[in-house]
């Protein structure tokens, strides 16, 4: 454990003057100025870019922020600059989070990061790793000085876990102390409550004892922090490579995964991307380093004896994944009561299982691996009541994205928050519409989102699983009468409209009938419309798709001129589930285009992408962020508004085919 630190090497202050960062990147150091106007709102994706990604170990330091607005930074020129400190405005580490951007700045040679304000996930990835943050711009003085900071500075006001992490270099560290005995986090104290079913599920988690792997507290309230024993680690292409070189790095070469038969890998993310890869990006060499991803995963896979759902090959051909994560971590894998941590945010789709899942980042699934066990701090719960029955032409997407545009979310409330959802709205709802609602938890910044289990659930998995009913009886977890919720609020799905969320976030929703309204009274016309991803490739999904494609066929119609239609499975299964149903054939008859299962589009990485800021897309995927799926704009909907639209040429509803 360290008390004080010495920081060494330059200064970056991250100027909105541009000339005056390249002044520095050219070797001239700045002096102190409260007055300089800083960058605010750095993203990961501006610190390590998507194709940045595809390098997964040191490799990263060389290409630290070449994403920044401006395009000021090259290769190199981070790690080249001798800088130990950067400075930023407001809200640094905001978007996706990605742990390769402090990783990146960490192997550049920066050893703290100050910020107006940092981004809660950035920072807990930044304490993983052992880079220092703070908000304390009084510190570049004393540093300048010379001066040993005592790592208190860099602990105040954190919980005693992060602070113990912090203090010792990174969560490994930690851990290593952790397991040997040498330290161990606070008891849980909390004396018995009525508790949530995200609350009740992590007090039968929590480790009590790391050295003898006892489980279990009383009871756990908001903002107690612990480890808790995973029932379930899985983690896709696009960042297993990088869990496995933390893990390499800091156990050593023969270091195995404890329990690998609950871990599991999926080849789900990357797999069509060489059929939308820019030539730019291939002249860089981005296509071999892309495609070394999956061959990485899988050597690590047959190493520790954890099962991969790796790629699909049709008469010798490669056709795609054999699931999305997601999809099939619900069919395959997850239980209700169970605490399932992936590598991915989507994660929190499992909770209509009635399990607690929700996404961790590269270092946290590292020792997830040597510990079975990850960090957590208990979050708050919303509690969203669904009441009566929804229209016709109206199913869980526009519930959610109804959901969404409520001020709860647009004022930001919602963000670390469970969702959980009840009331005999969702009782009534299939258990792929319930999905849609816990995949989409996350979209306003939730934690993750869950549902009771019910016999909705005891009856999908004894048919899908093949597993005794009243051993998922069993398992079953229910919130407590009189648990105590940061908010309720009730939903009257007899209310609510077919929605669509405007481009640039999932929170933009507005019904459907007042979209001309927003659009000078005109209609938007569309160049793609996708059908896909986890949320939009399910099963019911497929029923809805068919629906709409089977009444226009029938009327003589099929996709309009200049548009295309992509419908990708969710997995294997749903395809099977589809071609049973002779929905292949309605969907060929109608013009669309049909992908096997991959994250594809919904990531920029396959079949459904634009390829210029005009091109215009309505999707059935969660999120529709700038750049999400390509440059153009992307309108978010149902599966019954993708399809009726790609027939119409302009975002429509099935009422208009």
């Known amino acids: 454990m360290s008390r004080s630190v010495k920081i060494q090497g330059r200064i970056l202050y991250l100027t909105e003057d541009l000339s005056l960062l390249e002044r520095q990147l050219g070797g001239e150091d700045l002096p102190l100025d409260p007055e ?28 630290c922020m070449v994403g920044l607005r401006g395009g000021k930074v090259g290769k190199d020129a981070i ?189 789900d993310h990357l797999t069509f991307l060489d059929l939308v890869m820019p030539k730019a990006h291939r002249d860089m060499g981005l296509k071999e380093q892309a495609e070394k991803l999956g061959t990485v995963q899988e050597s690590f896979t047959k190493r520790h004896g954890v099962k991969l759902y790796g790629e699909v090959h049709r008469d010798g051909k490669l056709v795609g994944s054999e699931a999305i994560c997601h999809n099939k971590v619900i069919e395959e894998i997850a239980l209700p009561g169970q605490l399932v941590c992936g590598t991915d945010s989507h994660t929190c789709m499992a909770g209509a299982l009635g399990c607690f899942a929700f996404g961790v980042g590269s270092t946290d699934m590292a020792n997830a691996w040597y510990t079975k066990d990850v960090r957590v701090t208990v979050p708050e719960t919303a509690r969203f009541v669904l009441t009566g029955k929804m229209r016709p032409g109206v199913c869980a997407k526009d519930v959610m994205l109804h959901i969404l545009s409520q001020p709860f979310f647009k004022s930001g409330q919602g963000i670390g928050k469970v969702l959980e959802f009840a009331g005999d709205g969702v009782r009534g709802m299939p258990l792929d519409e319930r999905a849609t609602l816990t995949n989409m938890a996350v979209e306003a910044g939730g934690f993750t989102g869950i549902i009771e289990a019910d016999e909705v659930v005891v009856d999908y998995l004894a048919a899908q699983r093949g597993l005794d009913k009243d051993a998922v009886r069993a398992r079953i977890v229910k919130a407590d009468p009189g648990a105590s919720y940061v908010g309720t609020f009730e939903v009257d799905l007899g209310a609510v409209e077919p929605m669509v969320a405007t481009p640039g976030d999932p929170r933009n929703g507005v019904p459907l009938r007042a979209l001309a309204e927003t659009h000078a009274g005109a209609d938007v016309k569309i160049d793609i419309a996708y059908g896909g991803s986890c949320t939009g490739g399910k099963k019911a999904d497929m029923d809805m798709y068919a629906e709409v494609l089977g009444a226009a066929v029938k009327k003589g119609k099929r996709v309009a001129d200049g548009v295309h239609l992509y419908i990708q499975f969710g997995s294997q299964d749903i395809r099977r589930y589809a071609e049973s149903k002779g929905y292949l054939d309605v969907f060929a008859a109608a013009g669309a285009e049909l992908v096997d299962p991959s994250c594809g589009a919904c990531i920029k990485a396959g079949p459904g992408v634009s390829d210029s800021a005009e091109q215009v897309t309505v999707s059935a995927i969660n999120r529709n962020f700038p750049g999400r799926s390509g440059p153009g704009k992307v309108y978010l909907a149902s599966p019954l508004v993708v399809a009726a639209s790609a027939v119409c040429g302009k975002i429509a509803g099935p009422e208009q085919i």
């Open 79 to 267: 790690k080249g600059g001798g800088f130990g400190v950067i400075v930023s405005g407001i809200s640094k580490g905001c978007g996706s989070s990605r742990e390769t951007a402090p990783y990146s700045e960490l192997k550049s040679g920066v050893r703290l990061v100050i910020a107006k304000s940092i981004e809660k996930i950035y920072k807990q990835n930044a304490q993983n790793i052992g880079l220092l943050t703070s908000t304390d711009f009084g510190l570049i003085e004393r540093i300048q000085k010379g001066e040993e900071i005592p790592v208190e500075e860099f602990t105040r006001g954190l919980d005693a876990i992060s602070a113990g992490i912090v203090e010792h270099g990174g969560l490994f560290a930690y851990n290593r102390a952790r397991l040997a005995g040498e330290v161990s986090p606070p008891a849980i104290t909390t004396p018995a409550r009525p508790m949530t079913l995200c609350e009740k599920i992590l007090a039968a988690h929590v480790i009590k004892d790391a050295k003898t792997g006892e489980l279990g507290a009383t009871a756990v309230k908001p903002g107690d922090a612990f480890f808790a024993r995973t029932d379930v680690r899985f983690s896709h292409e696009y960042v297993t490579p990088m869990a496995e070189s933390l893990f390499v790095a800091e156990l050593g070469k023969d270091a195995k995964v404890n329990d690998p038969d609950s871990v599991w890998a999926f080849r």
């Open 36 to 63: 300089r106007a800083l960058i605010s709102n750095i993203s990961t994706d501006e610190i390590t870019p998507g194709w940045v990604c595809y390098y997964y170990d040191e490799t990263l330091a060389r290409y």
